[in-house]
């Protein structure tokens, strides 16, 4: 049988790094672990922290094609996040400028959440704890 210990990172390719970088660090609060320029591919990697935990890989690529997402495509459906205040975490997110669904309740776990997008589309999820 096969031994999983963790998610150890989730990539995620960005269209405008800049952007994507201040929306994943300065918004959603993860910390720079590395920051790296590969010249060869006109490519940056940026390896996000979350509590001190590696979790996230941003890169950019010239022209990426765009995501498809609606209506629901294969691959990844989202990304989620636990929390401890999902209304919290809803107000700071629209008082931010970002687009938040309403906050609905899981039918399967009575716990709510909602969803925003990162500046490419990507479906975040918000879920309490």
Do not use: W
């Not at 031994?3 to 990539?11: G, M, N, S, T, W």
């Not at 996230?56 to 459906?77: D, H, M, T």
Request: proline share 5%; with cysteine; charged share 30%.
């Amino acid at each position: 049988m096969l031994h999983l210990i963790k998610v150890h990172h989730i990539a995620i390719i960005c269209s405008d790094y800049q952007k994507s970088k201040l929306f994943y660090t300065e918004l959603l609060g993860l910390k720079e672990i590395q920051e790296i320029y590969r010249e060869e591919r006109n490519s940056y990697k940026l390896d996000l922290a979350l509590n001190g935990e590696y979790i996230v890989e941003l890169f950019s690529f010239p022209n990426p094609p765009k995501r498809a997402s609606r209506p629901e495509s294969c691959g990844l459906r989202h990304l989620a996040f636990e929390v401890n205040d999902i209304e919290q975490t809803r107000d700071y997110l629209v008082k931010s400028n970002i687009t938040s669904e309403e906050i609905r309740i899981d039918e399967f776990t009575d716990k709510r959440f909602f969803f925003i997008a990162d500046p490419d589309d990507l479906p975040i999820e918000f879920y309490e704890k």
